[in-house]
């Protein structure tokens, strides 16, 4: 059964950094593309990065490029999101999302989301 | 900055068909594009329903559907139930550095 678990959520100052996982249990981590989308407190979904299931392509959305960096340790099984310079438009859930390929289009399986609260 | 429009809210009646749309501000909408779509309830996260424009998920119910539509894609749901009642998020692919857009989502009720 494919599992993903966000963790790393939390509230931060204007500024800060905060760094996300995402634990994926129940295929092969290595073979498939992973994203990050976000969801602002009553909006809706954006496309936030994604990466090749060997790490070496990444992609951002414009808002946060630059900002954010996405990588993943397949070894353990895990994707991360490093996120710097955070701004208030950056409070959201953040979901994890598995690729059913090597390339980033068509998500399947996505994680429960791990909150974000940028706030002074 | 690509723009992918769906309609905000639509109602349906139970038993009804309905169809939701995904237009893209760079032009037609194709099979390129790998159209995905998604449902999200209150309190949860997105589920897929639809991928490469009219692929189904193992746990997508039969009536759900997906096409291309008049320059669009498109989901269309068949003799809907209350359950579905959801928004509804389109997913369109551009390749690039920055290859994925959603679309607004669509607030389905089912009145």
């Known amino acids: 059964e494919v599992q993903l678990l966000e963790s790393g959520g939390g509230s931060v100052q204007p500024g800060g950094s905060l760094r996300l996982s995402c634990a994926a249990s129940?295929?092969?981590?290595?073979?498939?593309?992973m994203s990050w989308v976000r969801q602002a407190p009553g909006k809706g979904l954006e496309w936030v990065s994604g990466?090749?299931?060997?790490?070496?392509?990444?992609y951002y959305a414009d808002s946060v490029k630059g900002r954010f960096t996405i990588s993943r340790d397949n070894s353990k099984k895990t994707l991360y999101l490093e996120m710097n310079s955070l701004r208030a438009e950056d409070t959201a859930t953040y979901y994890c999302?598995?690729?059913?390929?090597?390339?980033?289009?068509?998500?399947?399986?996505w994680g429960p989301g791990t909150l974000v609260t940028v706030s002074s | 900055q690509t723009v992918v429009t769906q309609e905000p809210s639509l109602t349906v009646s139970p038993g009804g068909t309905v169809t939701l749309t995904c237009a893209s501000s760079?032009?037609?909408?194709?099979?390129?594009?790998?159209p995905n779509w998604f449902q999200q309830k209150p309190g949860q996260a997105p589920r897929a329903l639809i991928y490469s424009t009219s692929n189904k998920h193992s746990w997508t119910p039969a009536r759900f559907s997906g096409s291309l539509l008049g320059g669009k894609a498109a989901l269309t749901l068949s003799d809907v139930q209350p359950e579905d009642e959801a928004d509804y998020y389109c997913?369109?692919?551009?390749?690039?550095?920055?290859?994925?857009?959603f679309g607004g989502g669509t607030k389905l009720t089912v009145l």
């Open positions: 760079t032009g037609a909408v194709t099979s390129g594009n790998y």
């Open positions: 997913l369109l692919y551009y390749g690039g550095a920055q290859p994925e857009v």
């Open positions: 990466l090749s299931g060997s790490g070496d392509n990444t």
């Open positions: 129940g295929f092969i981590f290595s073979s498939f593309a």
């Open positions: 999302a598995k690729a059913l390929s090597n390339s980033p289009k068509n998500l399947n399986y």
